[in-house]
């Protein structure tokens, strides 16, 4: 079998900084263009900055001369490849003043020369479409994918005996053997129209056990439907150190997530805070952007968090009072809204960690706020696969995506797929039909 060339783009460094290591027995080459983009966006702060300086200096950690190729640990090989070294453009068609199309130069040069099978690597999807149509075979970095359309939603419904159903009621608990669940899944069982009730998979235990409806409200809220219902339940649940809450605008994802937070710190102190944070967009900047001081800047991109919080002061203390009640929560210092820039790095002990709209993350960044969590800490990840603002990520590549897929097994975890709109009517039309 003929040996490979992948020539990789920028995006694919930024997206997965270890990307080197993911192509076993092959010639890895980067176009000298793309280094320099890199070495151009080391500067920044973010997580774009931070995954340009990692791979620079783990090219200066390699040994040998670097642009005949240097043995790496996984069999392959890695070279910088700089096209103006080719004789001639080998009847290139496309015009090199964009860096893209020196980065599909190289590509084009090397298959030119004689290697057998090259192969370009980009998160881009019209470069690969460019790729196709010179004779270039293209691809997407297939690592750190899942499957959205095979997602793990965490909820399911099952047609079962009316018997069945009445023994989870009435035992508090249903063994089911042979069937398949996942730690902390749960299920709607219904017997036609006589019964219904609904479960949660104890691992531990190996079975059903019911989980009644909520009777309370929290901080003026409560659970409307079976997936807001299972979503309390697995915030409220303090063994459950990760949770994923996926569904489209509307559907009171983060409104649970704040809603629990508060509960946990304010009533019970499991957590001394809230952290509260999304992704910056675009992508390669920080909030220094955004005009204002670092509170006005944090407001600006926050609002939508701040819309639930006032919701929430709203249902508790009524229209009258919201502002009080907002502003004695956030001079509590219980509460803090950041950008996730900011998140990497810091100590995160005992803390209730919401990730709004984490699809706009890569898997590399939720590591990284992940593995900050330290003791005694939960992180909640809500948002929606199907509305991606980073233009290198899709429904497949994304945070929120991968992250269920990898901790579907493990019994800290618990995810809910969403849904029911809560909304009004006219949004919940609009979300459907527009």
Known sequence: MARKTFVLDTNVFLHDPEAILKFEDSDIVMPLVVLEELDKLKKFTD??????????????????DIFKGIPIENGSSFSIFIEGKAQDR????????????????AAYCLKAEGREVVVMISKDFVLRIKAESIGIQAQDYESLKESYDNLYRGFRKKEVDKRQVDELMTRGYLDLPGEEFFPNEFCRFTAGDQASAMGKYNEKKSRVELLPPQQE???????LNDEQ????????????????????AGTGKT?????????KVFDEGVYSRILVSRPIMPLGKDIGYLPGTKEEKIYHWMQPIYDNLEYVCESISGTENTTETKQWIMESEKIEMEAVTFIRGRSLAHTYIIIDEAQNLTPHEVKTIISRAGKGTKVILTGDPTQIDNPYLDKDSNALTYVVGKFKPYGIYGQVFFEKTERSELAALAAKVL
Request: proline residues 3%.
């Open 255 to 263: 409104l649970m997530a704040l809603t629990a937070g508060l509960r």
């Open 217 to 223: 409200d929290i901080w003026g809220i409560r659970p």
């Open 229 to 248: 219902q299972c979503a309390m339940d697995l915030l409220l649940n303090d063994e459950i150190k990760l949770v994923t809450l996926i569904g489209q």
């Open 47 to 64: 997580e774009l900055g931070k995954n340009a300086r990692h791979i620079i200096r783990f090219i200066g950690s390699l040994k040998g």
């Open 90 to 105: 080998h009847g290139f068609p496309l015009h090199l003043e964009s860096n893209k199309h020196r980065i599909l130069f």
